[in-house]
Nanobody, 115 residues
């Protein structure tokens, strides 16, 4: 059994920063890609960023240059540093972890960017 849990969401003013954290635990022997998605109520979930097990990163155009994804392969954690936040970044952010048995998702953490 695998558990994925996000933390770090909250309310931040436009232009501010927030750091999201995600930890995967349980029957994990190898982790492939790790990533973040986000979803606004009424809209489809969208990919934000991902990082491979060789630390190659990819970002959605909407967050490139503002967000940074990083991982710790020993702790099986992945973080998302979000800078220069905009109101349109408001969403529930989900962490996903790919392991040999499949992809696992957390329950999400809410990020609200508002003055």
């Amino acid at each position: 059994q695998v558990q994925v849990e996000e933390s770090g969401g909250g309310l931040v003013q436009p232009g501010g920063s927030l750091r999201l954290a995600c930890a995967a635990s349980g029957s994990i022997f190898r982790v492939f890609a790790m990533g973040w998605y986000r979803q606004v109520p009424g809209k489809q979930r969208e990919w934000v960023a991902s990082i491979n097990n060789d630390d190659r990163t990819n970002y959605a155009n909407s967050v490139k240059g503002r967000f940074t994804i990083s991982r710790d392969n020993v702790k099986n954690t992945v973080d998302l540093q979000m800078n220069s936040l905009k109101p349109e970044d408001t969403a529930v952010y989900y962490c996903t972890v790919d392991i040999p048995s499949g992809s696992y998702w957390g329950k999400g953490t809410l990020v609200t960017v508002s003055s």
